[in-house]
């Protein structure tokens, strides 16, 4: 089956760094992403990574490891705003259909204190 | 980014009636666009997959005669829930690819909060 491990919750203080680790075990894979979610809103995307490596935008940077089906988050220079839900999906493929779909994380639920 | 569009973002309805929900895409198009449900505290699960000019893809337990969805054009999927019943109350979101694009990230549109009462 498609399966992705995440914490439930990390909390932390403003200006501090957070990594939010995903583990994954997908059939088809291709790629993993994280997504913000604020609560009543939809998905906001925050990163891709289809390497293994390291891909930095901004203050979010995320982390893959094919070999150890194994991929990070990492949120530095915490605000306040930044307290919401993040999810890691992996993107699969299967027979005829194109990429896209997405197998999601239980989701991490980030709080960040002042 | 490439945008996608949901519409309506909120729908109350009673129980038995039907709704549906449009996604778009705005600048880009897709012959694939992907439905989501996200029930309150709980990760997004994908429900189907739609395809355009051809039959949808459902995901496993995914009934679907009672989620009916159509992709007629390159920038409009649709999905209607039939029969809705209280159960059926929850998240509902679309997302797209840009699959001319180099990018290969899913964008999602703003989602449609349904309510059966």
């Known amino acids: 089956g498609q399966s992705l491990e995440q914490p439930s919750e990390v909390t932390a203080v403003e200006g501090a760094i957070v990594q939010i680790n995903c583990t994954y075990q997908t059939s088809g894979f291709y790629g993993l992403s994280w997504y913000q979610q604020h609560d009543g809103g939809a998905p906001t995307f925050l990163s891709y990574?289809?390497?293994?490596g390291l891909e930095e935008t901004g203050r979010f940077s995320s982390f893959l490891s094919r070999s150890d089906s194994y991929g990070y988050l990492l949120l530095q220079e915490l605000q306040m705003k930044d307290s919401a839900s993040y999810f890691c999906?992996?993107?699969?493929?299967?027979?005829?259909?194109?990429?896209?779909?997405?197998?999601f994380g239980q989701g991490t639920i980030l709080t960040v204190h002042p | 980014g490439a945008v996608v569009s949901q519409h309506p973002s909120w729908v109350i309805c009673k129980s038995g009636t039907s709704v549906k929900i449009e996604c778009r895409s705005l600048?880009?198009?897709?012959?694939?666009m992907f439905w989501y449900r996200q029930f309150p505290k709980q990760s997004l699960m994908l429900m189907a997959t739609s395809n355009e000019g051809s039959k949808a893809t459902y995901e496993q337990g995914v009934e679907k005669d009672k989620f009916l969805i159509n992709h007629a054009s390159l920038t409009l999927s649709t999905l209607t829930v039939t029969s809705a019943h209280p159960e059926d109350s929850s998240f509902y979101i679309c997302?797209?690819?840009?699959?001319?694009?180099?990018?290969?990230?899913?964008?999602f549109g703003q989602g449609t909060r349904l309510t059966v009462v």
């Open positions: 997302s797209a690819r840009d699959e001319q694009g180099m990018n290969t990230e899913a964008f």
């Open positions: 990574n289809a390497l293994d």
């Open positions: 600048d880009f198009q897709a012959t694939t």
């Open positions: 999906a992996a993107g699969r493929r299967g027979g005829g259909t194109s990429y896209g779909k997405l197998t």
